[in-house]
């Protein structure tokens, strides 16, 4: 090849470079990109609005909850626990235990399932799965027991959520826990005064007197106009006393 042949194709690759550093530098002037002080993603999460003042919720209800819960959905719920669990009678053990009549069950306490040990885990609880235990371990099993090696990140949706665990625990109810009872109905809520008390009734007559008081009304006093501050009785104050003439 030539000099000339060599010189030419040198300043093709030569000039095409610089052709494309110059778009290069053009394109940042037409775009603009934001440089953040540390490398990484940002994900922009509003905040959520709470209105100020914290929600503080009260005791759940689980006879309502239970009682009016829809078993159907309730054994649509239970698809997403198959992957660990089985809720056949004398179904196997997988990642979890079985879980055919758990309500009612001791806590830990399926024959052939080696449970997890140790703080917070679920053999450190004493007691069965209640309505109130199960509720609350399915909403968020690691909130129930820190220390358990169950991943499931629960059902806890804000809207739905309670419905959902209350709908999945009737639907557990008929897996050969028939026999445990409904819980008991919250008592109403005490807003009527207490028996005996009555309520003021504007307009009424005051109550009268204890012997020995003193008068409501003083006699002789004129009547206050409508809606003028009752009169109150007028304080006597004693004469001072005289003192006894000095003797002559």
Same mark, same amino acid.
């Given at each position: 090849?030539?000099?000339?042949?060599? #010189?030419?194709?040198?300043?093709?690759?030569?000039?095409?470079?610089?052709?494309?550093?110059?778009? #290069?530098?053009?394109?940042?002037?037409?775009?603009? /990109?934001?440089?953040?002080?540390?490398?990484?993603?940002?994900?922009?999460? *509003?905040?959520?609005? @709470?209105?100020g003042?914290?929600?503080?919720?009260?005791?759940?209800?689980?006879?309502?909850?239970?009682?009016?819960?829809?078993?159907?959905?309730g054994?649509?719920?239970?698809?997403?626990? =198959?992957?660990?669990? @089985?809720?056949?009678?004398?179904?196997?053990?997988?990642?979890?235990?079985? =879980?055919?009549?758990?309500?009612?069950?001791?806590?830990?306490?399926?024959?052939g399932?080696?449970?997890? @040990?140790?703080? $917070?885990?679920?053999?450190?609880?004493?007691?069965?799965?209640?309505?109130?235990?199960?509720?609350?371990?399915?909403?968020?099993?690691?909130?129930?027991?820190?220390?358990?090696?169950? #991943?499931?990140? $629960?059902?806890?949706?804000?809207?739905?959520?309670?419905?959902?665990?209350?709908?999945?625990?009737?639907?557990?109810?008929t897996?050969?826990?028939?026999?445990v009872?409904?819980?008991?109905?919250?008592?109403?809520?005490?807003?009527?005064?207490?028996? $005996?008390?009555?309520?003021?009734?504007?307009?009424?007559?005051?109550?009268?007197?204890?012997?020995?008081?003193?008068?409501?009304?003083?006699?002789?006093?004129?009547?206050?106009?409508? $809606?003028?501050?009752?009169? /109150?009785?007028p304080?006597?104050?004693?004469?001072?006393?005289?003192?006894? *003439?000095?003797?002559?």
């Amino acid at each position: 090849m030539s000099d000339l042949g060599f #010189n030419k194709i040198a300043f093709c690759i030569l000039g095409t470079g610089l052709a494309l550093i110059g778009l #290069n530098e053009a394109s940042h002037s037409l775009f603009h /990109t934001a440089h953040h002080e540390k490398p990484g993603y940002l994900v922009d999460v *509003p905040e959520a609005h @709470t209105g100020g003042e914290a929600v503080v919720e009260g005791p759940r209800d689980y006879f309502t909850l239970i009682s009016t819960a829809d078993v159907a959905k309730g054994e649509e719920q239970h698809k997403k626990c =198959l992957q660990c669990h @089985t809720f056949t009678q004398g179904g196997a053990n997988l990642q979890g235990p079985n =879980l055919f009549g758990v309500l009612g069950r001791d806590i830990a306490s399926h024959a052939g399932f080696k449970y997890s @040990t140790g703080a $917070g885990s679920l053999t450190e609880h004493e007691g069965n799965w209640t309505y109130e235990n199960l509720d609350h371990f399915i909403e968020r099993p690691k909130g129930f027991a820190s220390g358990t090696a169950m #991943n499931f990140a $629960g059902i806890n949706s804000r809207l739905t959520g309670l419905q959902d665990r209350a709908n999945l625990i009737a639907y557990l109810r008929t897996l050969g826990s028939e026999s445990v009872p409904l819980p008991d109905p919250l008592p109403a809520s005490a807003t009527a005064p207490a028996d $005996g008390a009555a309520a003021p009734v504007d307009g009424a007559a005051p109550a009268a007197p204890v012997d020995g008081a003193a008068p409501a009304a003083v006699p002789g006093a004129t009547p206050a106009a409508p $809606g003028a501050p009752a009169p /109150t009785a007028p304080t006597t104050t004693p004469a001072p006393a005289q003192p006894a *003439p000095a003797p002559h």
